[in-house]
């Protein structure tokens, strides 16, 4: 049997550098120490819907997916999928990740760039790709789960195919800053979005970019668990 329930392949910036504490400390929690911090205080936003609207990005630890979760086949260990992983690693080469923004995506907050980049891809479809053996066929109740999202029927292609339905095609670069803003007032909207750019504001305006060095090791050590990062694993080597 595995370790953990589920493991993720995520890009993370480097833990403890200043962009993983900033990340980590608008959500709350470190994914790597297992630290809390009050979050930051929002003028216009009550504390518990606060709490409320962020406890999913969270639970998930401050990233980016590239692979999404998956329950490992009976045949594989944890040690093979690391494995996996750093043979995927030694096929990438670190780059400059594009200028980064705070922008709605759908109905959450996220960091996402701003402009397409053909090296993010390229690095999502090759996790994609090469992590899926490892995986476990989705069961039915978690494809209805899905599917009841509303999918188009390219995306539900995906889903069958490779598990998630946000890769290849219609995979977008994103750092969850919220869970689902559905019904929560468009004055509170943007004053999260407000505060967001505030918080992010000395790094979105550094000249340095966000280097993109590894992909992290995620896992759900339980069903419904807060998610970890067991590593960080360098690309080129």
Do not use: N
């Amino acid at each position: 049997m595995s370790e953990h329930h589920r493991y993720a392949a995520y890009f993370a910036p480097p833990v403890e550098s200043a962009w993983w504490e900033a990340g980590s400390r608008w959500l709350g929690r470190c994914a790597a120490s297992g630290r809390t911090w009050p979050l930051p205080a929002i003028e216009g936003v009550p504390g518990e819907l606060q709490q409320k609207l962020t406890a999913a990005p969270r639970r998930y630890g401050w990233h980016a997916t590239l692979a999404a979760p998956l329950v490992l086949k009976p045949q594989f260990s944890e040690a093979d999928l690391r494995a996996g992983m750093q043979a995927l690693c030694r096929t990438l080469q670190p780059f400059d990740m594009p200028a980064l923004e705070v922008a709605l995506l759908g109905d959450f907050l996220a960091l996402v760039p701003t402009r397409p980049d053909a090296s993010l891809r390229a690095a999502a479809d090759a996790c994609v790709m090469q992590l899926h053996p490892f995986a476990e066929p989705l069961p039915p109740s978690e494809l209805q789960r899905r599917r009841a999202a509303g999918l188009t029927p390219e995306e539900d292609a995906l889903l069958l195919r490779w598990g998630y339905p946000f890769v290849m095609d219609r995979f977008r670069f994103h750092m969850s800053l919220t869970g689902s803003l559905r019904g929560v007032e468009p004055g509170m909207v943007a004053a999260l979005q407000a505060a967001a750019r505030q918080h992010f504001a000395p790094l979105l305006s550094s000249s340095a970019p966000l280097r993109f060095e590894a992909v992290s090791l995620f896992a759900e050590p339980s069903p419904g668990a807060d998610f970890v990062c067991l590593a960080q694993m360098e690309l080129g080597r």
